[in-house]
């Protein structure tokens, strides 16, 4: 079975750089989610989607952090531009939506800004 | 809104001693609870869930009470092994507006076990 995948592993960027970084749901999944994972804060949810609308757009990310899913089974998520505190892992999950149901994450991005 | 608080880590164990991570909730409703554990280099995957009050969850040793009295749901484990290092999150599923639902994660705990 075709987890989700995410692209690419591992991006190094330079301050101010725009960066995109892509995932790809489990088929069949309605609900999407972008987080961010750091030792300090744990998993902060940067987007949801359900049905490739925007639910919720993350409050304190939403200036230079904008998540797009153009269709049922690819999303992107764009940081422009990039800074140092953006260092982190971010990642991409996908689930059916109904309220028990577990989330499916992939691998993550692990992002380098200098 | 919502939250979950469970022990702050690192947590380093020697194999063959028990576990126990703490993690209340808050909540105004009737939430799924869940544990997720993360591997290194990987993502969290679910550990087990728990949807109804008062029931036990369990797998590979690991297992959990969902305490609505208490509002707990701690995680344990009679004897660890080395390949049980990685971070647990706890986590409970909220209910978004009228449809659709986000999981609210702990912070991890770091787990370490030592041979």
Redesign the interface.
């Known amino acids: 079975d075709a987890g989700v995948t995410q692209t690419p592993r591992h991006e190094v960027a330079e301050k101010g750089q725009t960066i995109i970084l892509k995932c790809e749901p489990v088929s069949g999944h309605n609900d999407l989610f972008w987080y961010r994972q750091t030792k300090i804060q744990g998993l902060e949810l940067l987007s949801y989607f359900r049905s490739k609308s925007l639910m919720e757009d993350g409050g304190a990310f939403k200036d230079r952090f904008k998540a797009e899913m153009l269709n049922s089974s690819f999303s992107t998520l764009k940081i422009q531009p990039t800074e140092p505190k953006d260092s982190a892992v971010y990642l991409c999950a996908s689930s059916f939506g109904h309220p028990t149901e577990r989330l499916f994450f992939g691998h993550g991005t692990k992002l380098s800004v200098l | 809104g919502d939250s979950v608080t469970q022990t702050e880590g690192p947590v380093t164990l020697s194999e063959g001693t028990s576990l126990t991570v703490n993690c209340s909730y808050e909540t105004k409703q009737y ?2 609870l ?1 544990w ?1 554990v993360q591997y290194p ?6 550990l087990f ?1 728990v ?1 109804k009050a008062n029931e036990k969850g369990s797998n590979r040793g690991f297992e959990a009470t969902y305490n609505k009295e208490a509002t707990s749901f701690h995680l344990q484990k009679a004897s660890v092994q080395e390949s049980d290092s990685a971070v647990y ?1 706890c986590a409970l ?1 909220e ?2 507006g009228s ?5 609210i ?4 705990t770091l787990l370490s076990v030592k041979p």
């Open positions: 939430p799924t869940f997720y280099g990987e993502g969290p995957q679910l869930k949807p999150y599923s209910t978004y449809s659709g639902n986000k999981l994660f702990g912070i991890g």
